[in-house]
Structure formats: structure tokens, C-alpha cells
């Protein structure tokens, strides 16, 4: 008899955080006590329907024991030149290690430290049924403007079936690994990937504060949200 799929998380961890201004790879940028990713981590340690996490570092990454100490879950040192590349490369981690084609992968955000785990099992609630897979996110609720070279505004644009993807997102191995090597470091995202291929992931409604850390000004609005008792 064929076992049932099993869930596993990747992280891609191998940004350099430019746009941060943090002066080092901002995963490793300490919010509310402990590293970004440290938080990311947790968060995904919380979620018992994954089997195993794996984090994916540059080459050159020198931070992550100190800065994760006693991580118990998988590490591979193939983080590429994009975030599809890292990506790409732990897909080639998880199959070495075992990881089949019909199992799910939730590709998740170091950047995302705001991660609830009940925003994870939902995503695993409607993604389980369909084979198609989806990801996280949120409905756009601003106007939506496109702006010139000058910074002036272009157009609005309609924003009523307009949503802002978020991770996780999470597909089968095969199917994931087939969308982004067509697509290569031009997929931002893999649902955008897989979309290519003519499918359409399911939307499943998150929260605005599962933010990507992003820009300078980023840190504290998530260390504050961080606090204890804060997203609880
Ligand atoms: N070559 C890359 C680029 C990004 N990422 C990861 O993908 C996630 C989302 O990327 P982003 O927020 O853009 O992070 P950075 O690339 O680090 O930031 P920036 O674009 O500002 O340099 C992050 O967890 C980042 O570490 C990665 O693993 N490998
Ligand atoms: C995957 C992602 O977080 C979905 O919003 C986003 O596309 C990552 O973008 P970036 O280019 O790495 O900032």
C-alpha cells in the first residue's frame, strides 16, 4: 500500500536583506529577544502535521548555529543567487533526504516571523483535499495605485480581486519542482510558478501580520507584535 503524503516546511534563509538596511542578513537581526528566524522557527515547531523542517542557508553562512542554537531539524547550505534558486535547492535536498514526489511542501518566508501556527493548519485544512495545492493571503484592502518613473500616480487600478501572497505556500514536490525549474529566478513566488503551468492554487485568507520584514522601519513594528499576548 502507498503511505500517505507526508508535510514538510522549507525555509529559504539565504537573502542578504539589502533592502533592510540592517548591514547583515536580516534573518539574523534580533527582534524581541531572539533572531528573526529563530522566531520563524518556532513558529513552524508549533505545527505537529509537519514531519521535518528545512532550512535553507548561502554557502557563506557563519550565523545560523549561534543564532539558532540546538535546532534539532534538517540544514542544507544551497541557497542560490535568487529566492527560486534557494528554493530549487532545497527541493533537491528534500528528495536526497528521502522526500517523495506526492509529498507536500510548505515553502515558507524566514522573512515571514510573524507566522501563526493556526494560519498553517488552515492552509493544510484547504490545500489536503485539492491537489493543486495554495497559499496564504489577504485580500488588498487600500486602493491600489500604479506610479510613473517621477512618482507620480499612472493609474488606479481595480483592486477588487486583488489579494497580497503571503507564505507559506505549499505544493507537492514534483509539482513544485516542475513550475519553478520552468520559470527560474523570474518566480517571485511559487504559486505564480505553478500558475504558469495553467493552475490555479487556492487563496486561503491569513492576516496582515503575517508581514514579510522588508524594510528598515520593519523591526519594530515586529518586535512590538511580538511581544507576548500581542497576536495570542
Ligand atoms: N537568494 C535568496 C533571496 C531570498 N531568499 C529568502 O527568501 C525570503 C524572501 O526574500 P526577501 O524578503 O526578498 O529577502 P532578501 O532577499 O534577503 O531581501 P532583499 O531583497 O531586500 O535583499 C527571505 O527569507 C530570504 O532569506 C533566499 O533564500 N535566497
Ligand atoms: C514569496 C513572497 O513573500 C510572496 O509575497 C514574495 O514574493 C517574496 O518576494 P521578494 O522578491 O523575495 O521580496
Redesign the pocket.
Known amino acids: 500500500m502507498t503511505p500517505p503524503p507526508r508535510l514538510f516546511a522549507l525555509?529559504?534563509?539565504?537573502?542578504?536583506?539589502?533592502?533592510?538596511g540592517a548591514g547583515m542578513?536580516?534573518?539574523y537581526v534580533d527582534i524581541a529577544g531572539r533572531p528573526m528566524l529563530a522566531h520563524t522557527l518556532a513558529a513552524l515547531a508549533a505545527v505537529p502535521r509537519l514531519a521535518q523542517t528545512l532550512v535553507?542557508l548561502?554557502p557563506q553562512d557563519d550565523r545560523f548555529e549561534a543564532a539558532v542554537p540546538g535546532y534539532a531539524g534538517w540544514l542544507a547550505r544551497v541557497?542560490?543567487?535568487?529566492?527560486a534558486?534557494?528554493?530549487l535547492g532545497g527541493l533537491a535536498e528534500l528528495r536526497r533526504r528521502g522526500v517523495g514526489e506526492g509529498d507536500w511542501v510548505l515553502v515558507h518566508?524566514?522573512?515571514r516571523c510573524l507566522l501563526r501556527p493556526e494560519w498553517v493548519d488552515a492552509l493544510i485544512d484547504a490545500c489536503l483535499p485539492d491537489a493543486v495545492g495554495g497559499l496564504l493571503a489577504q485580500p488588498v484592502a487600500d486602493t491600489l495605485k500604479a506610479g510613473d518613473a517621477q512618482g507620480r500616480v499612472a493609474a488606479t487600478i481595480d483592486r477588487r480581486d486583488k489579494w497580497a501572497a503571503q507564505t507559506p505556500q505549499m505544493f507537492r514536490l514534483g509539482l513544485v519542482e516542475r513550475a519553478l525549474t520552468a520559470m527560474g529566478a523570474a518566480a517571485t513566488d511559487e504559486a505564480s510558478a505553478v500558475e504558469a503551468l495553467g493552475l490555479a492554487p487556492q487563496l486561503v485568507r491569513a492576516s496582515m501580520a503575517n508581514f514579510?520584514?522588508?524594510w528598515p522601519e520593519d523591526f519594530a513594528l515586529a518586535g512590538r507584535l511580538l511581544q507576548p499576548g500581542c497576536l495570542a
Open positions: 525555509v529559504p534563509a539565504a537573502g542578504v536583506g539589502e533592502r533592510s542578513p536580516k534573518q535553507v548561502s541557497g542560490g543567487a535568487s529566492r534558486e534557494s528554493v518566508d524566514a522573512a514579510k520584514v522588508t
